[in-house]
């Protein structure tokens, strides 16, 4: 999961330019710039202008939604689907996300994706707010895009898993979220916390998943 600065050819909205030490402290703004600017918010536009940060912001938009404590019914299902994907090309080494058409041309607007968003936008600039650069050998090592890619699709699969109207979905793409955002800010800690937050979530949802066929085991028996 890269976090090379965007080349000086590739211009994202204005916002972008707000950066700190890191290149990605400023993730906030560079989200809300392109919210606010002219043209469709699909996840091509997003991978458009994050470029080679594309695999985290990705991750943390498309997890997102199911990562707030609300409950979505299944219909983040889409978009779980697409984070298994790059999560998978994560794992495989690419350097730039690849997406059908389809898929690219999915909207991230509309009333009730933006009111989710605008959740995500807190989470983030609270992180933002207390997150320093920490560890960051982890960030550059050629193991890097595994130890993020593995965690990532587990997460993500966990929440495409979880029963509808359950809330199991929030831990593990919550996890994922953290994570990546770890990746962008450069914070091995926040990296530990994605981690643990997404065992926590899955663990949690195998012992409930087991305690459920127990009961009606012991119903039917």
Known sequence: ??????????????????TDATGAARLSERLEGWLIADGEKTLGSLVHTFGDKSFAILLVVLLGVPALPVPT???????????????????AGRR?????QRWRTLTLAG?????FIAGLMRLIRRLERYSRPRFRLVFHSRFTD????????VGTAGAFLA??????????ALGVV???????LEDGLLTLAGIFLTA??????????????????SILN
């Open 1 to 18: 999961m890269t976090t090379r600065t965007q080349p000086p050819g590739e211009r994202g909205p204005t916002s972008a330019d707000a």
């Open 178 to 184: 953290v994570l990546s955002l770890s990746a962008l």
């Open 163 to 172: 029963p509808p109207f359950s809330g199991l979905d929030t831990l593990p």
């Open 73 to 91: 019914g299944g219909v983040t299902h889409v978009f779980e689907l697409v984070a298994m994907l790059v999560a998978l090309q994560l794992i």
């Open 146 to 153: 595994l130890l993020f890619g593995l965690p990532a699709i």
């Open 200 to 217: 926590t979530g899955i663990t949690l949802e195998l012992a409930l998943g087991a305690a459920a066929v127990h009961g009606i085991s």
């Open 111 to 115: 009333p009730r994706r933006e009111r």
């Open 96 to 100: 730039e996300v690849w997406l059908p």
